[in-house]
Nanobody, 119 residues
Framework: QVQLQESGPGLVKPSQTLSLTCTVS??????????WNWFRQPPGQGLEWMGS???????DYSPFLKSRTSISRDTSKNLFTLHLSSVTPEDTAVYYC???????????RGQGTQVTVSS
């Protein structure tokens, strides 16, 4: 069974770039037909899809975050990484990585990591 684990800083200062890594075990990120997604959930709000990277390496981003978001991967380490630039306190949320059959979907999800943006 695939498992995903998020890692990264719990506290980021405004205007900085947030970088989170998702390490995957029990399955390869290059396996066909899977998409590797990032979601987040701000306090008191619903789950928001941020972007995805497919098994081929193609990326897709939420139009609301596209200008600030990039997703990359390291196939040798079986992980993928989220970069969110110019963060503000509104980016405070629990961030999740997930595997799905397409962008915006998930069948398996990590436990999530809390990120707070504050000076």
């Amino acid at each position: 069974q695939v498992q995903l684990q998020e890692s990264g800083p719990g506290l980021v200062k405004p205007s900085q770039t947030l970088s989170l890594t998702c390490t995957v075990s029990g399955g390869s990120i290059t396996t066909n037909h899977y998409y590797w997604n990032w979601f987040r959930q701000p306090p008191g709000q619903g789950l928001e899809w941020m972007g995805s990277i497919g098994s081929s390496g193609s990326t897709d981003y939420s139009p609301f975050l596209k200008s600030r978001t990039s997703i990359s991967r390291d196939t040798s380490k079986n992980l993928f990484t989220l970069h969110l630039s110019s963060v503000t306190p509104e980016d405070t949320a629990v961030y999740y990585c997930a595997r799905g059959s397409g962008p915006r979907t998930y069948s398996y999800r990590g436990q999530g990591t809390q990120v707070t943006v504050s000076s």
